[in-house]
């Protein structure tokens, strides 16, 4: 450490807690030449203080993935650098004190399985036995993960370093970054006082003080600092060191031993923010005030689950702040402003746990110059416009913290700095009832109520109170027509000589069509996964236009900018905000806006798959011919100003017909229905188009060359490892929300990547990916029986490979 700063390496890690120390571990050990610098000593800002409770079990099978690498990792890392970690795999608990939890917890053992984790049901009587301090009068269930654990923060961290060392990483103390410096749109150097360095990449780990770095350099990390506080005691008598890790989210709390004493911390529903204009900088090593008033429910609430709580000795109330974000995910990746500049940071309390697996995939991710997999949960591109404002994301951090703990319920909302964007018919639909959800601080209409009806979400695992407010919706649109506030969807133009051909390269399918045609497309990576899922219309010659769903704005365009080789001419230009979109559905869709419009709708002059300016109502329309519900209808693209009176002439002209808001939930229902993929669940970088059965939509008849064909090109012939198939059961008062098991032939074979209910069918439906290593064609399909593991219970399912509702929807084909 006494070394001379290095001029220049090929990687700069900011920060030595746990993140920047496990980046640096897995990066170097991938061969790269990297150096850390951290302004303190290692450990000195959040690690230091962790509790260390490591648990894995998350919502998304990716990441439980990545947080079961840390645990692979916490397992072997001692013996491989000889520095203790203090890793023990004690195994964790987790309680159920009412009846939705306990359906909350049977879900999540139901998803532990689907991804390969073990999580066994126990009684109160069986989890007092594992822990046998606690009163279990109110306790209905419990859960227990035997590979979780908890370790040492500080050694474990220190332990990294050392492996990293070994692995020829160059790791300096006491060297504050103090600048990034950035040449036509990439990073070039550090600065430091001891000199600067050079660099291909840099990788933010300084957590809490990530925001403020990276914001030096037009880059936008929305975290936020907040207050967290866990007591530590004394020994007590019959805590045993292999006591597992505790959590008992209905009393907010979370317990784990520590020198025969326990540590017990808790998310409370009032949580304090730190650091309103920023963490300082000389704050390491450093605590906060015990903050007693704050905890003292908290502690009432333990008290009543641990009675020894009382009379045991307290050594201390730690108060450490740590770095939260506004969705309760940490942020990993390449930032979309600024090339080279990757981020590890906002791990909200559970940066022990995730550290481990979270530097592999950072590591990959930089190595590899895309994610390992499909990390879209902690995505730095899953953000928007409004995450730039620190009042809104303070705000909406401060809600997800307090809900650590609650009831994670199906299509829960945010309630925090809402409204923020708002569509020109807010108002409109406002006062029709609209019940709003939000995406990237977008107000969009999730249902409408009725007269008599209030427009509230009412949270349920069972079936909720719009269900029947969303049947009425759905069949609107299967039977008459219904206008859709589509507002939010992401749009850009490309624009330029070269458009055609960049999209060429981009898009699996053919968009070098004429002018006024339309192409539903996938834009793959180099693994042939679907990196976007989108529609792009032809205006003109060198015009394009690109829409995609409201949460893929920055990723989306990030994507396809980055995918245009530099020596092109095509612009990219978001014209998000300067259009609403009206989705007009259903049968008498046309009849309605033939009202509205002299221009020629029929089928023969405006066909499936095209796209026409037109005016509608007074106002200059680009109508496209598209769905996403699986009737006939348009999207009607209207510059913001005009949108209002458009809606208004759509619902006097459809009047007749009865026309009808209808909200995403309808949506939802009517896509589930016709076999469509959501980006996110259904489909995403991990799956091909082929294995998603969108090989209707891949230009690989043709010698056209595009992105991922050569992944695509050398698969053929050899059998897809999974398809993605539909489900429904018989029974429809059976739940389906996503992540239910699928069991053929009584083996664990996949997990739904999308559930809901059908209200044409009448039937609960899902969809997931039916996996086998030796490959999966119809034969093996159709030649299973099917049950759904529902919150632990098998049910039948009917397998489907046709969309459930008019398989006879005509497509563009490739
Ligand atoms: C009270 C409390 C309890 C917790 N309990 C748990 C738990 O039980 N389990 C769990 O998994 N997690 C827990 N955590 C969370 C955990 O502590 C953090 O998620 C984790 O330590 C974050 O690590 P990091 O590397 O991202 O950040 P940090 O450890 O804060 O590291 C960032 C480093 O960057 C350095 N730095 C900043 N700016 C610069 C610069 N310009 N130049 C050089 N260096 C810079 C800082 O000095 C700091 O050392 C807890 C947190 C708190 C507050």
Redesign the pocket.
């Known amino acids: 450490m006494t070394n001379p700063l290095p001029t220049q390496s090929r990687a700069i890690i ?9 980046t640096a571990y897995h990066l170097a050990g991938l061969g790269w030449e990297v150096t850390l ?19 894995q079990l998350r919502t998304s099978a990716n990441i439980t993935q990545l947080l079961g690498e840390s645990v692979k990792l916490y397992s072997r890392l001692e013996a491989e650098t000889g520095l203790a970690t203090g890793w023990k795999q004690n195994g964790g608990l987790r309680l159920a004190c009412n009846a939705e939890r306990w359906t909350e917890v049977k879900r999540q053992a139901t998803t532990a399985r689907s991804f390969g984790l073990e999580m066994h049901l126990l009684t109160a009587a069986e989890a007092q036995k594992l822990w046998p301090l606690m009163q279990v009068e109110d306790v209905v269930g419990a859960a227990f993960l035997p590979t979780d654990g ?1 370790a040492n ?1 500080s050694d474990i ?1 220190q332990s990294l370093a050392k492996g990293a060392r070994m692995n020829g990483a160059k790791i300096f103390e006491d ?4 600048g990034i410096e950035t040449k036509s749109g990439r990073v070039t150097a550090v600065t ?1 006082a001891q000199g600067k360095i050079a660099c291909d990449v840099v990788i933010v ?6 925001r403020d ?1 990276c914001a030096t350099i037009g880059v936008n990390v929305p975290l936020v600092s907040v ?4 007591m530590i005691t004394e020994a007590i008598p019959g805590v045993a060191p292999d006591l597992p890790t505790l959590r008992d989210p209905d009393r907010l709390t ?1 317990y ?1 031993e520590e020198v025969g004493g326990l ?1 017990m ?1 808790g998310y409370e529903p009032n949580p304090i923010p730190w650091a309103l204009n920023g963490p300082p ?1 000389d704050f ?1 090593f450093s605590l906060l005030n015990s903050n007693w008033d704050h905890f003292t429910p908290i502690m009432e609430l333990a008290i009543g689950r641990v009675p020894a709580l009382e009379t045991a000795g307290v050594k201390t109330l ?6 939260f974000t506004p969705d309760g995910n ?1 942020i990993l990746g390449e930032a979309p402003e600024l090339g080279g500049l990757f981020v ?12 481990g697996g979270a530097g592999k995939v950072l590591a990959e991710w930089v190595a590899g110059g895309a994610a390992p997999y499909d990390l879209w949960p902690v995505d730095i591109r899953r953000f928007g416009r409004n995450a730039g404002d620190v009042t809104w994301v303070r705000a909406r951090t401060l809600e997800a913290y307090a809900r650590h703990y609650t009831m994670a319920w199906p299509s829960e909302e945010f309630d925090s700095a809402r409204p923020l964007r708002r569509s020109a018919l807010y108002g409109r639909l406002q006062d029709a009832g609209a019940c709003f959800g939000e995406k990237l601080g977008f107000e969009r209409p999730n249902w409408f109520a009725a007269a008599g009806e209030t427009p509230r979400d009412i949270y349920t695992y069972g079936r909720p109170n719009w269900f029947e407010a969303v049947a009425r919706e759905h069949r609107a649109v299967r039977e008459a027509v219904g206008v859709f506030d589509q507002s939010s969807f992401a749009k850009f133009y490309l624009i330029g000589r070269d458009a055609e051909a960049a999209l060429s390269w981009m898009c699996a399918n053919n968009v070098a069509r004429p002018p006024g045609t339309l192409v539903y497309t996938q834009m793959l990576n180099a693994r042939g996964g679907i990196e976007c899922d989108l529609t792009v219309a032809r205006l003109t010659e060198q015009k394009y236009y690109i829409v995609t769903g409201t949460g893929f704005a920055t990723h989306d365009a990030d994507w396809i900018v980055k995918t245009i080789s530099p020596n092109m001419d095509a612009q990219l230009v978001d014209v998000t905000s300067a259009f609403a979109t009206l989705s007009l559905m259903g049968p008498r869709a046309r009849d309605v806006l033939q009202k509205l419009t002299k221009a020629d709708i029929s089928n023969a002059a405006f066909p499936f798959g095209s796209v026409r300016a037109i005016h509608a109502a007074g106002a200059p329309v680009t109508a496209l011919r598209v769905t996403y519900v699986g009737e006939l209808g348009w999207e009607l693209h209207i510059p913001t100003e005009f949108a209002l009176t458009v809606y208004d002439a759509l619902m006097e002209a459809g009047a007749e017909y009865g026309i009808a808001n209808c909200g995403y939930r309808a949506i939802e229902t009517l896509r589930l229905e016709k076999g469509y993929r959501a980006w996110g669940s259904d489909i995403g970088p991990d799956h091909t188009p082929l294995e998603a059965g969108l090989g209707w939509a891949v230009k690989l008849r043709g010698n056209t060359p595009f992105l991922g064909r050569a992944a695509l090109e050398a698969r053929r012939g050899a059998l897809p490892a999974k398809f993605l198939c539909g489900f429904t059961v018989d029974d429809p008062a059976v739940i389906l929300l996503g992540r239910e098991t699928i069991h053929r032939n009584g083996q664990r074979a996949g997990w739904l990547s999308s559930g809901g209910f059908g209200h044409t069918v009448g039937l609960p439906i899902g969809y997931g990916y039916v996996r086998n290593a030796a490959g999966v064609d119809e034969d093996y399909l159709r030649g299973g029986e099917y049950t759904l593991e529902v919150a632990t219970d098998r049910i039948p399912a009917r397998l489907h490979l046709a969309p459930l509702y008019d398989p006879e929807m005509v497509r563009v084909k490739a």
């Open positions: 900011i920060g030595g807690g746990i993140v920047g120390c496990s610098l951290e302004r303190h000593k290692l450990t000195s800002g959040s690690t230091f203080h962790a509790a260390g409770l490591v648990g908890q923060p961290t060297v504050e970054v103090t430091t780990c300084a957590g809490q003080w990530t770095l207050e967290h506080q866990y979370y784990k540590v911390g900088k390491n730690l108060n450490g702040p740590e770095s940490f590890g940071a906002g791990f909200n309390a559970f940066g022990i746990a995730a550290g």
